[in-house]
């Protein structure tokens, strides 16, 4: 599965972006998604949507500012952040998986998928 992203850039506090990642194949697995990684942290979930219904995923900490969508025509999963903060800069990634859905812990989502996009520059600018 080769995914590509689109879409990133620079966008000031407040501001809305929307980001978008496409299987370059016909996708019909598990799940697609998004992660982050800021500069010196770990990659972190962000969202993600079932391929096969409309189960949604969210981190807490873009729960009710970010909204993930898909087309499954389009093989395509997107990202629409809104009132983004400056500590929302990082690099997301784009991922997918055939089998597995994201766990929820108890605390935060659990989710290794086996497909990843190269990555697409957020800054947010105060």
């Known amino acids: 599965v080769q995914l590509v992203e689109s879409g990133g850039g620079l966008v000031q506090a407040g501001g809305s972006l929307r980001i978008s990642c496409t299987s370059v194949?016909?996708?019909?697995?598990?799940?697609m998604g998004w992660f982050r990684q800021a500069p010196g942290k770990e990659r972190e979930f962000v969202a993600a949507?079932?391929?096969?219904?409309?189960?949604?995923y969210y981190s807490d900490a873009v729960r009710g500012r970010f909204i993930v969508s898909k087309d499954t025509a389009k093989n395509s999963v997107y990202l629409q952040m809104n009132n983004l903060r400056v500590e929302d800069t990082a690099v997301y990634y784009c991922?997918?998986?055939?089998?597995?859905?994201?766990?929820?812990?108890?605390?935060?989502?659990?989710?290794?998928?086996?497909?990843w996009g190269q990555g697409i520059q957020v800054t947010v600018s105060s």
């Open positions: 991922a997918a998986d055939g089998e597995a859905l994201p766990r929820y812990t108890g605390s935060y989502y659990l989710w290794r998928p086996a497909h």
């Open positions: 949507k079932s391929w096969r219904d409309d189960t949604y």
């Open positions: 194949r016909a996708f019909t697995g598990a799940a």
